[in-house]
């Protein structure tokens, strides 16, 4: 017979297999089980799990836990305990080289519970790839209909049947479904897809769903993102179909390999996921519903200000006051833009363990601080853990990214002033022309509307049109013949500019290499080398290469082979693993007048292969006068 652990507060009642630490029924507000009870495998309803790999090695699945159960903490305010699994380094064979705690909070008084897990690489591991680890929410799929992840993203959402081959068609994508026949007639012809429900970590924060009779909201709500790899611009998955409610603490996705946690042979380790707060809420009034969402929101803010928590066992979660904080202040300094120092106004500045420029973005082994500056540039992280980190930073507006010189040490109780910090962003000369807006995403440019054969409903007017399905075809829609050709000064980069560099389709339904083609006038080319900035916002097996004014071999100025793994293109994103290249490009290919660019997406066969394009930017040699 199983063993099981009950916890009650007289509010939330939590059922948890043991020793493994699973899940397996949450009652309140009158349903005896908001988990998908439906299920035998009890296992599969509330679970922490691991992707990982041998080095170069394949995937590997794995349900985390424990093998050994106690009580951490005990009183009359709260009970905390333990499902512990160690890690014997001499084992043989497949198992995760990890030992993992997890970790359930129930509190006197509270509408919910807290959940979090100690990693930890004892000395003498073998060495391994981890690539994402969740803990995973599987709901009532006969109550739970409505989904929540933002103010504007909220809708009534399929059933799991739908998805079957009888009542929904898979699409080129294999997460994406089309709706022929679902049970809920209007969402006949909708597509869904996990992906397209995707939140930057900076954008989330809380998401979940509402049931119906009784009417309850299951939250789950992130206090603070530090545990968290990839810092603020990383996309995770929130809710989709099932009905499921996530809590993604380290993943790949719309980055790739690049963000795998690789740990070397006896490497040792340890890191506190968490904790998160799951919330729950109720109301009797059918009509009120949408107020659970507005009461999970606000109670998010109330978890932001408590953390970190003074309530949680573990040594190694860290209270206020054994943590730190820095200040200081970021200004711009270019001065093909102003003479003087430009305020880094509502720049992202953060503290990670990276130590190279831009490298937070695939850093997943430490923990990661950011915030955003004021109006006049200044800024404080506070409740920092102890450590040395890199100083990085972006600004809205300018290319690159920021990294201090001097690394920051944070100390228990401490509080460090860096005083101004100055960014200088990539520059030799003055712009002779530019087209988009540096903000790390290919927003801005022109999204397409969806195809009527793949609408999802929730998009159709919403600022994240590109959040539909198929857009990349659509390219083929709007240049069938010939590729696209923007002419600086002329052309509108939010109607004539494709969000995507994509493959094009032909009639035989072969994908072919494009190229897009910049026209500019340059009424006086100095001699010297002039500097194209191409800041790429994503990229997915992609092959780039630049020409200027001819496509022969000798005019080529750039080439980069296999570019990305982001996958952003067929996931619905607008952004993904930011790069920036600098290309010189010599005056003597350059003509007095009329000149064109080629920039050539040259993998073909691939009908969601691309790139995003987030800025681009000719300048001239540092002695030429501005382009006007």
């Given at each position: 017979?199983?063993?099981?652990?009950?916890?009650?507060?007289?509010?939330?009642?939590?059922?948890?297999?043991?020793?493994?630490?699973?899940?397996?029924?949450?009652?309140?507000?009158?349903?005896?089980?908001?988990?998908?009870?439906?299920?035998?495998?009890?296992?599969?309803?509330?679970?922490?799990?691991?992707?990982?790999?041998?080095?170069?090695?394949?995937?590997?699945?794995?349900?985390?836990?424990?093998?050994?159960?106690?009580?951490?903490?005990?009183?009359?305010?709260?009970?905390?305990?333990?499902?512990?699994?160690?890690?014997?380094?001499?084992?043989?064979?497949?198992?995760?080289?990890?030992?993992?705690?997890?970790?359930?909070?129930?509190?006197?008084?509270?509408?919910?519970?807290?959940?979090?897990?100690?990693?930890?690489?004892?000395?003498?591991?073998?060495?391994?790839?981890?690539?994402?680890?969740?803990?995973?929410?599987?709901?009532?799929?006969?109550?739970?209909?409505?989904?929540?992840?933002?103010?504007?993203?909220?809708?009534?959402?399929?059933?799991?049947?739908?998805?079957?081959?009888?009542?929904?068609?898979?699409?080129?994508?294999?997460?994406?479904?089309?709706?022929?026949?679902?049970?809920?007639?209007?969402?006949?012809?909708?597509?869904?897809?996990?992906?397209?429900?995707?939140?930057?970590?900076?954008?989330?924060?809380?998401?979940?769903?509402?049931?119906?009779?009784?009417?309850?909201?299951?939250?789950?709500?992130?206090?603070?993102?530090?545990?968290?790899?990839?810092?603020?611009?990383?996309?995770?998955?929130?809710?989709?179909?099932?009905?499921?409610?996530?809590?993604?603490?380290?993943?790949?996705?719309?980055?790739?390999?690049?963000?795998?946690?690789?740990?070397?042979?006896?490497?040792?380790?340890?890191?506190?996921?968490?904790?998160?707060?799951?919330?729950?809420?109720?109301?009797?009034?059918?009509?009120?519903?949408?107020?659970?969402?507005?009461?999970?929101?606000?109670?998010?803010?109330?978890?932001?200000?408590?953390?970190?928590?003074?309530?949680?066992?573990?040594?190694?979660?860290?209270?206020?006051?054994?943590?730190?904080?820095?200040?200081?202040?970021?200004?711009?300094?270019?001065?093909?833009?102003?003479?003087?120092?430009?305020?880094?106004?509502?720049?992202?500045?953060?503290?990670?363990?990276?130590?190279?420029?831009?490298?937070?973005?695939?850093?997943?082994?430490?923990?990661?601080?950011?915030?955003?500056?004021?109006?006049?540039?200044?800024?404080?992280?506070?409740?920092?853990?102890?450590?040395?980190?890199?100083?990085?930073?972006?600004?809205?507006?300018?290319?690159?990214?920021?990294?201090?010189?001097?690394?920051?040490?944070?100390?228990?109780?401490?509080?460090?002033?860096?005083?101004?910090?100055?960014?200088?962003?990539?520059?030799?000369?003055?712009?002779?022309?530019d087209i988009g807006f540096p903000?790390?995403?290919?927003?801005?440019?022109?999204?397409?509307?969806?195809?009527p054969m793949y609408v999802n409903?929730?998009?159709?007017?919403?600022?994240?049109?590109?959040?539909?399905?198929?857009?990349?075809?659509?390219?083929?829609?709007?240049?069938?013949?010939?590729?696209?050709?923007?002419?600086?000064?002329?052309?509108?980069?939010?109607?004539?500019?494709?969000?995507?560099?994509?493959?094009?389709?032909?009639?035989?339904?072969?994908?072919?290499?494009?190229?897009?083609?910049?026209?500019?006038?340059?009424?006086?080319?100095?001699?010297?080398?002039?500097?194209?900035?191409?800041?790429?916002?994503?990229?997915?097996?992609?092959?780039?290469?630049?020409?200027?004014?001819?496509m022969d071999e000798a005019r080529?100025?750039?080439?980069?082979?296999?570019?990305?793994?982001?996958?952003?293109?067929?996931?619905?994103?607008?952004?993904?693993?930011?790069?920036?290249?600098?290309?010189?490009?010599?005056?003597?290919?350059?003509?007095?007048?009329?000149?064109?660019?080629?920039?050539?997406?040259?993998?073909?066969?691939?009908?969601?292969?691309?790139?995003?394009?987030?800025?681009?930017?000719?300048?001239?040699?540092?002695?030429?006068?501005?382009?006007?």
């Open positions: 017979m199983l063993q099981k652990v009950v916890l009650d507060n007289g509010i939330v009642k939590l059922t948890i297999m043991k020793p493994q630490g699973y899940l397996t029924s949450i009652t309140y507000g009158g349903m005896d089980n908001i988990l998908d009870s439906k299920s035998i495998d009890e296992s599969s309803r509330g679970y922490w799990d691991a992707n990982w790999s041998w080095p170069g090695g394949q995937d590997r699945y794995q349900l985390l836990k424990g093998a050994e159960y106690s009580v951490v903490n005990r009183s009359n305010d709260l009970i905390e305990v333990s499902f512990r699994n160690a890690y014997d380094p001499p084992t043989k064979g497949s198992k995760l080289p990890l030992s993992v705690d997890i970790r359930y909070i129930l509190r006197s008084g509270v509408s919910g519970f807290y959940c979090y897990a100690i990693y930890e690489r004892p000395s003498g591991c073998r060495e391994f790839d981890l690539a994402q680890t969740r803990m995973a929410f599987k709901l009532r799929s006969e109550k739970f209909h409505y989904m929540a992840i933002s103010d504007e993203k909220q809708r009534v959402m399929p059933v799991p049947q739908d998805l079957l081959p009888d009542r929904g068609k898979q699409l080129i994508v294999p997460e994406s479904v089309l709706l022929v026949n679902p049970i809920n007639p209007d969402l006949k012809g909708e597509v869904d897809d996990k992906y397209q429900y995707s939140m930057d970590n900076r954008d989330g924060g809380v998401h979940g769903w509402i049931s119906s009779k009784p009417v309850i909201g299951f939250w789950v709500i992130f206090p603070s993102h530090e545990f968290q790899n990839g810092g603020p611009t990383k996309q995770n998955l929130t809710a989709h179909t099932g009905p499921t409610c996530l809590a993604m603490l380290h993943g790949t996705h719309y980055i790739g390999e690049d963000i795998l946690a690789h740990f070397g042979e006896g490497e040792t380790w340890r890191k506190v996921f968490g904790p998160f707060f799951v919330y729950l809420n109720s109301t009797a009034d059918v009509s009120d519903a949408h107020s659970l969402w507005l009461d999970a929101k606000n109670q998010r803010l109330l978890e932001e200000e408590a953390w970190p928590y003074d309530f949680v066992s573990s040594p190694y979660y860290l209270s206020a006051k054994e943590r730190g904080s820095v200040s200081g202040r970021l200004l711009v300094q270019d001065r093909y833009v102003s003479d003087s120092l430009i305020p880094a106004k509502y720049a992202y500045v953060g503290l990670s363990a990276a130590t190279k420029e831009g490298a937070w973005q695939t850093e997943s082994k430490g923990y990661q601080f950011w915030v955003q500056t004021d109006s006049t540039g200044n800024f404080t992280i506070k409740n920092v853990i102890p450590g040395v980190y890199g100083l990085h930073g972006w600004v809205p507006g300018f290319i690159g990214d920021y990294l201090d010189k001097a690394h920051v040490t944070i100390s228990s109780g401490s509080h460090t002033e860096v005083g101004n910090l100055t960014y200088a962003p990539p520059r030799d000369g003055p712009t002779m022309w903000d790390r995403t290919a927003n801005g440019y022109y999204v397409p509307d969806v195809n409903k929730l998009f159709v007017n919403s600022p994240e049109k590109f959040r539909q399905y198929g857009l990349w075809d659509r390219y083929s829609d709007v240049d069938p013949e010939v590729d696209q050709v923007f002419t600086v000064g002329i052309s509108d980069p939010k109607k004539d500019w494709f969000f995507a560099h994509v493959d094009r389709r032909e009639k035989d339904n072969k994908y072919i290499p494009t190229t897009w083609t910049i026209k500019c006038n340059l009424k006086s080319v100095t001699r010297g080398t002039y500097k194209l900035r191409l800041a790429i916002a994503s990229a997915t097996r992609s092959d780039l290469k630049v020409h200027v004014n001819d080529m100025v750039f080439q980069v082979m296999n570019l990305g793994a982001d996958n952003t293109v067929c996931r619905h994103g607008i952004h993904g693993l930011y790069r920036l290249f600098s290309i010189d490009i010599s005056s003597s290919l350059l003509v007095n007048g009329d000149n064109s660019l080629f920039l050539t997406q040259a993998r073909g066969g691939d009908a969601l292969c691309g790139i995003l394009y987030d800025y681009l930017r000719l300048e001239g040699p540092a002695t030429s006068e501005v382009y006007d």
